[in-house]
């Protein structure tokens, strides 16, 4: 179903069906989940992986596997997202703020889950990627003491200064102290949210945000990614963010939930502009109300930050609405 408003721009607006139906409408068209037992390799999934843009994750975890839907490749061992896909499913406040959840696949010797292809309802779409929360890393993780090479290389490539006399000696770090770099030198420590990615209008891919820091900095970057679409395109993501905002503050999935890592995935097109959340490998449940997203982070408190970023980006949109 689509939305059609005074200005002629449309939003997609999700479709209230149960999630046990063997075929599920999308606001754009039909697909059947029908049992897939090998990648699909045919016209249309040809042209597909043609054209295909991974935005972020690492290249090849994300793949199309029908005409709507995609295959997200389990990150890590005991890896989470499918457990957390079905319990959003289940969450009346979020079910129409997130991709459509359909299976666990195994394939060879990995393990993907199937869920919705959010670009396929859009022509040619301008995408960006959101990393929500002021902490990106699991608390469990602080104890991992594996040092790795590239990650040296990355930090050494963003700030040649940072690194101990020790780091440098050893020419690696943890992933934790990578992490924490990345938090203090982006907006994620201060605003609650930093921008991953983007295709930006034209079809440019960029991922050169990792020193993109300020609310200024911030603000030059959203110009450009809504262009003369920052009134149409711009109000109605706007608009969504704020129903949002109201749906997570009632989510059971949020008062159950540490949600690290996840982002938000902006999406326009010339006619057609959406919002959704996705990315919950590491949403961990938790007792209930025990985190409230808000409060700063202290170890074993799990506080993530997230309502701290979801704030600041509706007020750094609205800004730019009134320009």
Known sequence: MIKINKNGYKMAIA???????????????????????????NCWLRER??????????EGTIIPATDKTLWKKRSYSGCNE???????????ALQAFVPRYYREVEYGN???????DLTALFDDPAIMDIKMGTRTFLESELNS????????????SLDPYEPTEEEHATKAITKMRYMQFRE??????????????????GG??????????????????????????????????????KRLREAVQKSLFFRTH??????????????????????????????????????????????????????????????????
Request: avoid cysteine.
């Open 110 to 116: 990995d393990s993907f889950i199937e869920i919705e």
């Open 145 to 156: 003491k594996i040092v790795r090479n590239d990650l040296y290389e990355k930090m050494v």
């Open 258 to 323: 540490e949600v690290i890592g996840s982002s938000l995935l902006l999406m326009y097109d010339a006619t057609l502009a959406n919002v959704w959340m996705i990315d919950f490998a590491k949403s961990i449940p938790m007792e209930i109300d025990s985190v409230d997203h808000r409060r700063e982070w202290i170890f074993g408190n799990h506080e993530d930050g997230y309502f701290v970023g979801l704030d600041n980006l509706i007020k750094i949109m609205e800004e730019l609405i009134l320009l």
């Open 15 to 41: 479709i209230k069906k149960p999630r046990n139906s063997a075929t599920e409408k999308f606001a754009l068209g039909l697909v059947d989940t029908m049992a897939i037992t090998a990648l699909p390799v």
């Open 204 to 241: 440019v891919l960029q991922k050169s945000f990792k020193k993109i820091k300020t609310h200024e900095d911030i603000r030059k970057t959203l110009v450009e990614f809504f262009g003369q679409h920052i009134s149409t395109a711009g109000y109605h993501i706007l608009q969504r963010l």
């Open 49 to 58: 992986l043609n054209n295909w843009v991974q935005l972020s994750g690492h």
């Open 184 to 201: 203090k030198k982006s907006s994620t420590a201060t605003l609650g949210y930093r921008i991953e990615a983007a295709k930006m209008p």
């Open 82 to 92: 499918s457990n957390a896909y079905r319990a959003l499913m289940n969450d009346s």
